[in-house]
């Protein structure tokens, strides 16, 4: 049995690790104890609320992190975590936040055995959606329902 222990499959090499979003995020965080990965794990855990507004803040996610409260709340816990939640009184939209990009960047690239390669841009995935979307709003869809696929 090999007791050697594991080492990672790829590591970036320095530039690039500088020039990650992981690198950008660490910097825009302003924390001078934020200097390296296994700080950013440390300072999450012991900051975890003032961690999870800098994410939505970096990524900027489209939304309200809380409709109800001036400081937003950030995580409810629960015994069982699973059913613990995240900005319980923020809303955002799913597809808002995928379709933000209106240009012809790739979106999708898929690779078939039988149709070969296509390429979606994000304006035609913006245009492809907006036609599910008009199709459900005329067969009476809402935000409050439920839609399943099989």
Known sequence: MNKEPYSPLWEPTPSSALD???ARFMK????PTVQTYSDLYD??????DAFWLAVWDYCKVLGEKDSLHETPHVFSPDPIFRN???????????????????????????????????????????????????????????????????
């Open 20 to 22: 990650s979003h992981m």
């Open 28 to 31: 825009a965080l302003e924390q």
């Open 43 to 48: 300072w999450s855990l012991k900051n975890r």
């Open 84 to 150: 613990a939640r995240w900005f319980p009184h923020g809303t955002l939209n799913f597809a808002e936040n995928l379709l933000w990009k209106h240009d012809d960047s790739e979106a999708i690239v898929f690779y078939g055995e039988q149709q070969g390669v296509q390429r979606w841009s994000f304006r035609t995935l913006r245009e492809h959606t907006l036609r599910i979307r008009t199709f459900f709003r005329q067969q009476g869809v809402s935000s409050s329902s439920t839609v399943a696929a099989v």
